[in-house]
């Protein structure tokens, strides 16, 4: 679980990041190169501390390959309900 706040931010930029890219059609190989890159600037510009940078990667792929996080909402019936 992340706890750095910065961490999160960038987790959080990731996730969103992969779902938007998801509905364009994109799929997990391009999502993952994509976290590749992300995570190896991170490094390079030396913006986390290695050990928060390992755990952001893992979530990010626990986030990545978990199928429900793509998953379209079924649209719900619309009631008359209380319309009058």
């Known amino acids: 679980m992340l706890q750095d706040t910065e ?3 960038h987790y959080q930029k ?3 990041i992969f779902v938007n890219f998801w509905d ?3 799929r997990t190989d391009d999502l993952r190169m994509y976290l ?3 995570l190896a600037a991170l490094r ?3 913006a986390l501390e290695y050990h928060l940078i390992h755990r ?3 979530d990010a ?3 990545l390959y978990d199928r429900s996080n793509f998953e379209t909402p079924m649209p719900q019936p619309e009631s ?3 319309y009058y």
């Open 14 to 16: 990731l996730t969103d």
């Open 61 to 63: 792929t626990r986030f």
């Open 44 to 46: 390079q510009a030396n």
């Open 80 to 82: 008359d309900y209380g």
């Open 56 to 58: 952001l990667e893992e």
């Open 36 to 38: 590749d890159g992300y």
């Open 24 to 26: 364009r059609g994109y």
């Open 7 to 9: 961490t999160i931010r």
